[in-house]
C-alpha cells in the first residue's frame, strides 16, 4: 500500500521491521548474492588473524535489511534515495548457543517521517530511518526519499 | 594505507547484466528467505512485477552493491588498486540515488571513480589518523540513460 501525502504527518512512526536471527548461513547466501567475498564474513581463521574472535555480519547485509523494510512500507518504484552511515558490527548468532546470542542478530529497523516537501515536480517524504539489535545496540542510522502519492 | 595518488582514478567501465536468477537470489539473501517462492514476487515473477506496475522484475533497492564488487575485479581488485589494507578496512557509508528502474534483461554500464581520500584524526586520544576513500559510481542502463548513482565511503582504521 502506497503512502499517501496527504496521510503522513511529520514525526510519525511506520511500523517495525524485524529480521530472523542472522546465522552464518545467512552470510554466506549474502556474499555469494552481492559478491562481497571479504573473508571477514565467513573466514573464522582470516578473522583470528586481525584479532577478532567470530566472523561478523556484512554492514551491506544489514543496509539490505533495512532495504526491505523500506519496500514493506513503500513502493520500489517509488524510492528515489537511501543513504546510510554504519554505526556498529554486528555478530551473527551461534547455533549452540542459541538463546544467548539471538538477540545481538536480530535486527530491528524503525522509521520517522522527518519532512515533506515537492523536488522534481513531485511530493516526496524524507523518512530516518534506524537499525537496531535485539540489545538495543544500533547498527546504522539513515534516510531514505520517496515520492508519495 | 589508501594511495592518495589514487584520487580522481576511473576504474575501467563495467557491464553488467541485470540477470533474473542473479535478482532472485539477492532478493533472498535480504530477506532471509531459502526459497524464491517466499520472496516478494516483484524481485522473481515477471507476470507479477507487471501487474504491480513495473516494467519486469526489478531490482531490491541494494542490488546495486553487486557492481562495486564486480568493477574492479572484485572487493581484492579495488583493494589492490587503491592501496587499501584489508585487515583495517571498514565501510562507513553508502547512498544510492535511484533515476530509474533497473530491470532483468538491462545491461548496466558502470564507471566508479574515486572521488575524495582525506584523513581524519581519530577521535580517541591515540593520535592516530583514520583514511577514507570515497568512490562514486554512475550506472548507465543499454538505452544510456542514468538509473543509478551509487556512493560509498571506505575507511581503514
Known sequence: MPLQFADLNIGDSLVPYTSSPITRTDLVRYAGASGDFNPLHHDNTFVKTI???????HGML???????????WIDNKNLRKFNVRFANITEPVDFDDWENTKQRATITITGKIRNKFEENGEKRVRCDIVAKDGLGNTKLRGFFIAAAQ | MADKSKLGYEFPPHRLEVEKGKIAEFAMAVSQK????????????EAAAKKAGYPGIIIPPTFPTNVMFRTGGGLMGVVNALGIDLARL??????YEYCGSVCAGDALTCKMKVVDMYDKVREDDSGKSMEFTVVETEMRNQRGELVI????ILVER
Open chain 1, 51 to 57: 584479532g577478532m574472535e567470530r566472523v561478523i555480519v
Open chain 1, 62 to 72: 544489514i543496509m539490505g535489511i533495512a532495504g526491505q523494510a523500506i519496500t514493506s
Open chain 2, 34 to 45: 531459502d526459497v524464491p517462492e517466499d520472496v516478494n514476487p516483484i524481485y522473481t515473477d
Open chain 2, 90 to 95: 571498514l565501510h562507513t557509508e553508502e547512498e
Open chain 2, 149 to 152: 548513482k551509487a556512493r560509498s
